[in-house]
């Protein structure tokens, strides 16, 4: 596609309940990052890949969050046992290769825990 | 760790005067960036500072590196109320960014 496409839009869920949120690339970017972006904060990095595996993980807050990226293009981001602290903007991007440029971000998922 | 720091980070300025947002960084890198995010949007690319002395401009914007102070400015001329947003700078060391907390800009009449 024309730019980095990410679904749900909007997402509005329980205390408890998994939720997939996904990202679809700019075609030919080998690069794919997840961003968390809270109100009135910087994005704040969780994860990014080179292809299908991820490059580093280190931003990612604990084992509730995981991520795929099973044919390097398409990436899944997973949180499971969702808590009210998880709510917000998730950001995805990507670049042609890690290091390589720019970024260029999705319109971001905006998740709600209630 | 990487820290990234962005000063001011609220700026309320008048139509046609100039200023400069600072970010500083604590780790040697020779790769910076400047995003614009409007509210309840995503971020939109401005500037990619590659090398120490890099210097880009861009209408009324213009950023520029110095690697050895390990300091980036953005600097807004004659400003208009179009530029109202928050600008983010961030850091790459690793292969991603590292963002600072972003300056929010409010440019009045």
């Known amino acids: 596609g024309a730019g980095v496409s990410q679904t749900p839009s909007n997402k509005v869920t329980e205390k408890g309940k998994y939720v997939e949120l996904r990202c679809d690339p700019i075609s030919g970017h080998t690069a794919l990052y997840w961003y968390r972006q809270s109100l009135g904060q910087g994005p704040e990095f969780l994860i990014y890949f080179q292809g299908t595996g991820a490059a580093d993980d280190s931003g990612l807050p604990n084992d509730r969050f995981f991520a795929v990226r099973p044919e390097g293009s398409v990436s899944t981001l997973k949180i499971q046992r969702t808590e009210r602290g998880d709510s917000a903007v998730y950001l995805c991007?990507?670049?042609?290769?890690?290091?390589?440029?720019?970024?260029?971000f999705g319109e971001g998922s905006r998740l709600t825990v209630l | 760790e990487l820290k990234v720091e962005q000063n001011p980070l609220f700026l309320s300025m008048q139509e046609g005067k100039n200023y400069t947002i600072y970010c500083n960084y604590s780790t040697t890198s020779d790769r910076l960036y400047w995003y614009r995010q409007d509210p309840g949007k995503s971020l939109e690319s401005l500037f990619v500072?590659?090398?120490?002395?890099a210097v880009k401009q861009e209408g009324r914007l213009m950023a520029s590196l110095d690697t050895k102070a390990r300091l980036s400015t953005l600097h807004i001329t004659a400003a208009v109320h179009d530029l109202s947003a928050t600008y983010f700078c961030a850091v790459d060391i690793t292969g991603a960014l590292n963002f600072g907390k972003g300056t929010s800009l409010l440019v009045t009449p």
């Open positions: 500072l590659l090398s120490n002395g």
């Open positions: 991007a990507s670049s042609f290769s890690a290091g390589a440029g720019e970024l260029f």
